[in-house]
């Protein structure tokens, strides 16, 4: 297997042998398959997942606009700041000039797998958009998604990087994220305070315990405005 890759002047070979080299791409150690340069006095590796990684694509953090791979760090001292893990890269970057967002590879591939705490197995990302039902939303879509590896827990993208706690304009205090509500809500019907519809209690809620407000995830994370009072 041959490979013309954008980053290196050789053309590249699909190899099964690992010894202990550094990829180019992401900058972590390789062992098993990779690809490295043809020409014999050249040193130059780069993960199959690396070396397959989209020109363009939409991250999670960054829902405003794209962000671009670029084979070199963007900036002029050869280096950037993974807005994610925070670490100081000189390898590829996902990159976004409007906001001078970046991403380091490693985080981009890391989140393929995922552990969340709001369930007890690893969640696999759904490679292209899916219909499905999400498990912490409530809603049906057609979206990026995170679905179990054991069971069939299916949530949104979007949903798995939802804030722990969130500040609203027109709350006073900040919601907490809750992954279902507690068994004191089950007594009586609950609605959301901003959209004025039932809440379904095994699915997520920003809540505020003070003042027990309780808001759908989407509504709370929208713009919507709250029914007003008479
Ligand atoms: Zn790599
Ligand atoms: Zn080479
Ligand atoms: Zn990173
Ligand atoms: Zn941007
Ligand atoms: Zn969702
Ligand atoms: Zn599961
Ligand atoms: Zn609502
Ligand atoms: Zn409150």
Known sequence: MELEHRSHCHPLFFQREGNAELCQGCGKGISGCAYSCSQPNCSFYLHKACAELPDEFK??????????????????????????CRYSRDKFAYHCAYCQFDTCISCVLEERKITHKCHNHPLNLVQRPALFHCDACDAEDKDSSYLCSVCPFWIHRGCVSLPSTFKRIDHDHPLTLL???????YKSDINCKICAKKVNPSYWVYHCGKCRYVAHVNCATSKTKPPSRR
């Not at 992954?179 to 809500?185: D, R, V």
């Open 59 to 84: 991250h999670p953090m960054h829902h405003q606009h794209p962000l671009y791979l670029f084979i070199k760090p963007p900036y002029s001292n050869g280096r950037f700041q993974c807005n994610v």
């Open 179 to 185: 992954y279902y509500l507690s068994h004191e809500y």
